[in-house]
């Protein structure tokens, strides 16, 4: 049994990543739960040590390709996207007249450190980007990244035959619950009435019902209408015999017919001579 309803959830997001839309539709179909996000640094372990401490429920994470699967013990991982990756030099740099470059085109060129480590290193992205811009050295990134800090003072080029990212979103099991299972939903751009939602859609599910059981009615009055109606139709009961009667209907149908002289089936007597008295004559 999942956990109950959260009135808040959190969730962490690396630089690149950009949720505003899905912070959006959150804020359209639970406008009374509150959502709370925080950028992090580029680093996996550190997001996976705040979703097993309960710092966060959900992790937007940046690992390379098919790393998805080694990151599933004890959490549900679910691939998102794939990211190219640039080579981000200082404005004026050769790359900036290449459309994409491969690192033979970069050979001698000085590249920094671009794990989690060798960032904090430089200060974080933003200041590793500062330290570029200053024509120290290059730096590989992938290219959303690079786009997040927007520095003016610098240029990124696609890198030819680098082997891209990939961003994941992540949660432990233990921690699975329907509210984060809404936005996971929103996520993976399930509409509002999207029948694997948990609670959105919690009115409509009640609407259907109400609406299935009013059905029911409607079909239950008119099953008994009908079948009251064959009960006391034209062939059903003394009433149904004698209206035959009165218009000419077959003997023994309710009273006797009173058809012309001469007349119908329903007079009881035949054309012609009239009916013998049952005596013979001399």
């Given amino acids: 049994m ?3 309803l959260m009135d808040s959830l959190t969730f962490l ?3 690149g990543v950009t949720p505003g839309k899905w912070i959006r539709r959150w804020e359209e179909r639970l406008p009374d739960v509150a959502l709370e996000f925080r950028m992090v640094d580029d680093d996996v372990a550190a997001a996976l040590d705040a979703l097993d401490t309960g710092e966060a429920q959900l992790a937007f994470l940046r690992v390379p390709v098919g790393m998805a699967a080694a990151l599933r013990e004890g959490r549900f991982v679910i691939p998102l996207y794939e990211e190219q990756q640039a080579v981000v030099a200082a404005k004026g740099h050769e790359i900036q007249a290449f459309e994409e470059i491969s690192l033979e085109d970069l050979e001698g060129e000085t590249f920094f450190d671009n794990s989690p480590e060798g960032l904090r290193a430089l200060g974080g992205l933003e200041m590793a980007l500062e330290v ?4 120290a050295g290059l730096l590989v990134l992938p290219m959303p990244a690079a786009r997040h800090v927007n520095n003016p003072e610098v240029v990124a080029r696609p890198l030819e035959g680098a082997e891209p990212t990939e961003v994941v979103l992540a949660w ?27 609670s959105v859609n919690k009115e409509q599910q009640e609407n259907a019902a109400k609406a299935r059981k009013s059905r029911s009615a409607t079909a ?22 004698a209206q035959k009667g009165r218009s000419g209907g077959k003997p023994g149908t309710g009273k006797p017919g009173t058809a012309k002289p001469g007349g119908g089936k329903g007079s009881g007597r035949g054309r012609g001579k009239p009916p013998s008295s049952g005596r013979k004559g001399r």
């Fill in 2 to 4: 999942n956990p109950p």
């Fill in 220 to 241: 239950g009055a008119f099953g008994a209408a009908k079948a009251g109606s064959k009960g006391a139709g034209p062939k059903g009961g003394a009433q149904g015999g």
């Fill in 172 to 198: 432990r099991k233990d921690a699975d619950s329907d509210l984060v299972q809404e936005f996971v939903g929103i996520v993976r751009g399930r509409k509002a009435d999207s029948g694997r939602q948990p």
């Fill in 13 to 15: 997001y690396v630089p």
């Fill in 132 to 135: 570029v811009a200053s024509g």
